[in-house]
């Protein structure tokens, strides 16, 4: 089984900066879509950025230009870039995978809906003072 535990959450003033972390193990040899999605309490959780096996990336409206996902296939994790923050950014990020049969050309993930995604980690807390 695929476990996902995200860190690098934290307090910052709007505009300021942070980077995400997702540990993963227990990966097969196979393709694997990874993602960020975001929770604000009393709202539904959302999509915010994807990334395939080879690098291509997917991102929501509201952070293009912003966030940036990558990752590092060797040592196993997921990092999201996130500048100029809003306070509307606040919420609990969680990190989630599913694996695909095959991944060729460009970005090649299923829409970014939690429905679409199997593994989930517990979450990184972010907050944004105005």
């Known amino acids: 089984q695929v476990h996902l535990v995200e860190s690098g959450g934290g307090s910052v003033p709007a505009g300021g900066s942070l980077r995400l972390s997702c540990r993963g193990s227990?990966?097969?040899?196979?393709?694997?879509?990874m993602a960020w999605f975001r929770q604000a309490p009393g709202k539904e959780r959302e999509g915010v950025a994807g990334?395939?096996?080879?690098?291509?990336?997917s991102y929501m409206d509201p952070v293009k230009g912003r966030f940036t996902i990558s990752q590092d296939n060797t040592k196993k994790i997921l990092y999201l870039q996130m500048n100029s923050l809003k306070p509307e950014d606040a919420a609990m990020y969680y990190c989630?995978?599913?694996?695909?049969?095959?991944?060729?050309?460009?970005?090649?993930?299923?829409?970014?809906?939690?429905?679409?995604?199997?593994?989930w980690g517990k979450g990184t807390l972010v907050t944004v003072s105005s």
């Open positions: 990334i395939d096996s080879d690098g291509d990336t």
């Open positions: 989630a995978a599913v694996e695909i049969s095959v991944c060729t050309g460009g970005y090649c993930c299923p829409y970014l809906t939690p429905l679409a995604m199997t593994y």
């Open positions: 227990g990966y097969t040899s196979g393709n694997y879509c």
